[in-house]
């Protein structure tokens, strides 16, 4: 089971970025994946979940809008698309995924920096 992150590098603020999460291992379709970020110095926030069931979607507030998550069941692959970026964006962002029998199963990917300069 692997779970490879790509896609982040430097933008200036209101820049774009597109962050793909490749699976492998398992199906990310019956899965429930999450986008999080962690800014240096601070914890791991979520900053959004997209369910297996009807693939339900669940924002952090200050990306609501900004940000979109999507699949590609064909490529096994999650996306972040980020928007209309700030500097308070910049942070490592990593994909997880639950999996397996009663999604009792989680792994993560190895993370991809992103920095939003001004």
């Known amino acids: 089971v692997q779970l490879v992150e790509s896609g982040g590098g430097s933008v200036q603020l209101g820049g774009l970025l597109r962050l793909p999460c490749a699976a492998s291992?398992?199906?990310?379709?019956?899965?429930?994946m999450t986008w999080y970020l962690q800014a240096p110095g601070k914890g791991r926030d979520l900053v959004v979940t997209i369910s297996n069931v009807a693939s339900r979607t669940n924002y952090a507030d200050p990306v609501k809008v900004r940000f979109t998550i999507s699949r590609d069941n064909a490529k096994n692959t999650v996306y972040l698309q980020m928007n209309s970026l700030k500097p308070e964006d910049t942070a490592v962002y990593y994909c997880s995924a639950m999996t397996g029998y009663q999604l009792s199963q989680r792994y993560w990917g190895q993370g991809t920096q992103v920095t939003v300069s001004s």
């Open positions: 291992g398992f199906t990310s379709s019956s899965s429930v």
